[in-house]
Every structure is written in C-alpha cells, then in structure tokens.
C-alpha cells in the first residue's frame, strides 16, 4: 500500500532555508502538498527532499533562478538577532528590498515575510487581559528591531505599489519549549509555526498583513486576531511547561525587569543579545 500524497499546492520559493526556522516549517509545507524550492548561502545540514539554489539574497541571478514558476516567495533569510548597523542593514534590509523586487520581477503574486516582535519590541507589556493588535505601531529595541520595521514597510509599499500580497510575520519566541518566564507569554512553539506559514500562504490571507506569530498561550498578550482571519489557529500552550523550566534560569523565571516592563524583554536593555555566525 503507498502512502496517500497530500494534494498538489504549486512551487513556494524559502529563502534562509538553512536555517533552524526553516527546518521547523519545511516538514509541514511539504505534507501540506507544496513543491518547495530552498534558497541559502549556506549547504544545509539536510536538503529535506527539497531543491536547493545556494547563493545569496544579493545575488540578483540566483533569486531569479529560485522565484521563477512560484505561487509565492517565504522570506526568513536574514541576521536573527543584533548585530552592527552596517550587517544589520546590509542583509535584513537591502536584502528584503532584492528579495521583493526578485519577486515582483518574477511575477510571483506573494511574499510571506519574517518580522519580528521586537519591531515593536519597546512597547510596554500590557495590562493582565489586555491583548495588543497585530499592527501596534513599530517601536524597535535594536537595530534588529528597526530592520524588521522596515521589512514590514517595504512589504507595504511591494502591496501599495505593485499588488503583491504580503503578510509580515511578527513572530514572537521559536523555540523548541519555552525557556523563560516571558516566554510562557510570547512562546511560538515548532508546531505552530508550521501551521502559521501554512496560513499565510493560504487563499485567505490576501492584501497587506502584519500577524504575530504565537501560540495559545494561557498568559498571553498578542491578540491572535489577525491570525484567526488568515485561519491560524494555534494549538500549543506554553503553560503545559510552566513548572519545568530549565533550573538555570531560575532568576529568569521570576522574570526579569526587562521582561516585565517591555515585550522585547532583554532584548530591549542596552545590553541586547548579539548575534555570532555559525562557524
Ligand atoms: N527564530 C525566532 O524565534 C525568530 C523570531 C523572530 C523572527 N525570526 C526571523 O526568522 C528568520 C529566520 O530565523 P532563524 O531563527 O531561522 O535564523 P537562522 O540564523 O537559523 O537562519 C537564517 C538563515 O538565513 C541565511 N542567510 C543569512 N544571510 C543570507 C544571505 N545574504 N543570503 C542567503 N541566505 C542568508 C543563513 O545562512 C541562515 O541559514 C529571520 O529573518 C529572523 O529574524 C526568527
């Protein structure tokens, strides 16, 4: 007996495939029935039954290689965490700018774009019950932060401009458990992930989007409207690991100032976490 195939979706182009989100939502994409076409400038680990285009955002050929034929284009390549302005504005701005303009040119109809919570990462936690809109003005903590602001500006402007459909994504915290106090709030756990991006490439999410990325977590604060109208619908909860988180981050888990002040948390004190490069 072989396996019943998922029905056939089209050719979905993933930039940053090598990377450790990338490896949460490929599984998922291809049981969802996409064909996936990965792009990174790094080999991966594990090419998953993908085909792979190893380059770079910046190179203009390699793009037009990987976007050619696609129903959309997931945009995740990019520095993770803070770094100098000069890296920062390099790759995650210059390179959503080349990653969009790629897609236009290919007449590819969607961009599904990796924001981040700490776009808005100074905005205050909010009052216990209270849940912030998935458009709460920017309010960058980091250079990081100001990069994926304006990631989700020239994901407006491709919509305005040229009629693409674009969902920014503000994911909050992917990690494979929660591993701190704030995360039992802000917690986006692997699974769900690849139920977002599902979501966001679905008929359903149409026009210009900002959606954060979260699970249905019991203590959280980010509103999962935006997410309901693209039909995410989220099924971890960070409170199932409540009384298991890890020993060393015991202060942590009583919850740092930063964490109870901002929803960047550390992120958004003058002492944020940087990014160092695989070796
Ligand atoms: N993981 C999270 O919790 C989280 C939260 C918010 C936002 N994000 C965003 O999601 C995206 C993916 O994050 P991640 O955790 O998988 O990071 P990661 O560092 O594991 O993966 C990023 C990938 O991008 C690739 N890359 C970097 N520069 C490139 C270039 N110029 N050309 C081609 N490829 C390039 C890297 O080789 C790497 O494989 C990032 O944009 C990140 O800002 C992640």
Excluded at 3 to 28: C, F, K, M, V
Aim: proline content about 8%.
């Amino acid at each position: 007996m072989t396996e019943p195939q998922p029905a056939r979706r089209g050719r979905i182009a993933l930039t940053g495939a090598a990377g450790s989100l990338a490896r949460d939502i490929i599984p998922h994409l291809r049981r969802c029935g996409y064909e996936l076409v990965c792009l990174d400038q790094a080999e991966p680990a594990d090419p998953m039954g993908c085909e792979w285009v190893i380059g770079s955002i910046h190179d203009a050929d390699r793009l037009r290689e990987a976007f050619a034929g696609c129903a959309a284009v997931v945009h995740l390549a990019g520095i993770p965490l803070e770094a100098s302005w000069e890296e920062i504005s390099r790759t995650n701005i210059d390179g959503t700018q080349a990653v969009l303009e790629a897609a236009r040119a290919a007449d590819v109809p969607k961009a599904v774009l990796a924001s981040s919570i700490h776009a808005t990462g100074y905005t205050p936690v909010p009052a216990e019950g209270d849940l912030l809109p998935d458009d709460v003005p920017v309010r960058p903590n980091t250079f990081y932060g100001v990069s994926k602001a304006a990631v989700e500006a020239l994901g407006s402007l491709y919509a305005d401009r040229h009629g693409l459909d674009v969902v920014c994504l503000r994911i909050a915290s992917r990690f494979a458990r929660p591993e701190n106090e704030r995360m039992l709030s802000t917690w986006l756990s692997p699974a769900d992930a690849g139920r977002l991006f599902e979501a966001a490439l679905s008929e359903a999410a149409k026009g210009f989007r900002i959606v954060w990325g979260v699970s249905r977590n019991t203590r959280g604060y980010l509103s999962p409207d935006g997410g309901r109208a693209i039909g995410f619908f989220p099924e971890d909860d960070a409170e199932a690991y409540a009384g298991e988180l890890p020993a060393d981050a015991a202060g942590a888990a009583q919850g740092s100032e930063w964490d109870r002040r901002c929803i960047g948390g550390v992120f958004s004190s003058p002492e944020p976490p940087m990014f160092s490069p695989r070796a």
